[in-house]
């Protein structure tokens, strides 16, 4: 959401300097999301660096991607001042990734009888979504995409995403997938045999016929992206129902730090809202 949020608001700072284009897509978000879901607990998750076992794995994963542009860097501690201001709770664990950090918590409390919306564009979680854990847009049409939407979208059921994701890799985390199999190809696959350990016992016979030599060769690769592509949902995160409350948020923090970062429609709606 930072991200979206500096690329689609550029040149936007203080009169002093600071940037505020990622800040103001963020709250922009978040209220959005919040006005069309009703949640009743809410969280963030951040990035904490790259685990070490996918880098053991492969040593150039996310390798490719460019540092966070410096503007976006700076605005990082402006987006950790409003949620605190407005009383909502964030996490961020040390060299773990925002994706496993968030499957976590979503697996968890669909355990515990929740109905979870995961606000993120990332494909990757896919693979947990489930009749109770659906995936909403944090910036376009608010759909919730549940299992029947994911098949729709790809081909294949969430259980399947992993297998369907070695196959075909994931040029954003620098992860190659089998040589020439694009995502029609896996999910045709994965129809007919059901898993990637199906497909590789049945590599002598699968369709088209170039690929036959070309999956046994290339075995330990899509092995290893199963790995890299699985979601961790066992991190050491406490979901605490009353913390993940959604609050009302501190008022006068509220309206002093919009006044701080000069972010003007925001704090007059804020205003309106609260009725000060």
């Known amino acids: 959401m930072a991200y979206r949020g500096f690329y689609a608001i550029p040149d936007l700072t203080t009169k002093d300097g600071r940037h505020t284009n990622a800040l103001m897509g963020f709250i922009r978000m978040m209220l959005q999301l919040k006005s069309a879901w009703k949640p009743t607990h809410w969280a963030a998750a951040f990035d904490g660096g790259r685990p070490e076992e996918r880098m053991a794995a492969l040593e150039t994963y996310k390798a490719q991607r460019a540092p966070m542009p410096d503007p976006l860097k700076e605005q990082i501690p402006y987006i950790n001042e409003y949620l605190e201001a407005a009383g909502v709770p964030s996490f961020r664990l040390d060299r773990q990734e925002a994706d496993d950090v968030m499957a976590t918590l979503a697996v968890r409390a669909a355990e515990e009888g929740a109905s979870v919306y995961m606000a993120t564009s990332d494909k990757d979680m896919y693979q947990i979504v489930s009749d109770r854990i659906c995936v909403v847009s944090p910036a376009k049409e608010m759909v919730c995409m549940g299992p029947e939407e994911v098949v729709t979208k790809t081909g294949v059921r969430p259980d ?61 690769t899509v092995r290893r992206n199963t790995g890299l592509m699985k979601l961790r949902t066992d991190l050491n995160v406490s979901l605490n129902w009353e913390d993940l409350a959604v609050r009302e948020g501190d008022r006068s923090r509220l309206v002093s730090f919009f006044s701080k970062y000069e972010l003007h429609s925001l704090s007059r709606m804020v205003q309106g809202e609260l009725g000060l």
């Open 160 to 220: 399947q995403m992993v297998d369907y994701q070695a196959l075909i890799g994931d040029a954003v985390d620098n992860i190659n997938g089998l040589p020439g199999v694009g995502p029609k190809t896996a999910a045709k696959w994965l129809k007919e045999y059901g898993t990637l350990d199906e497909i590789l016992k049945h590599a002598a016979e699968i369709q088209p016929a170039r690929f036959r030599g070309v999956l046994a060769q290339h075995e330990p």
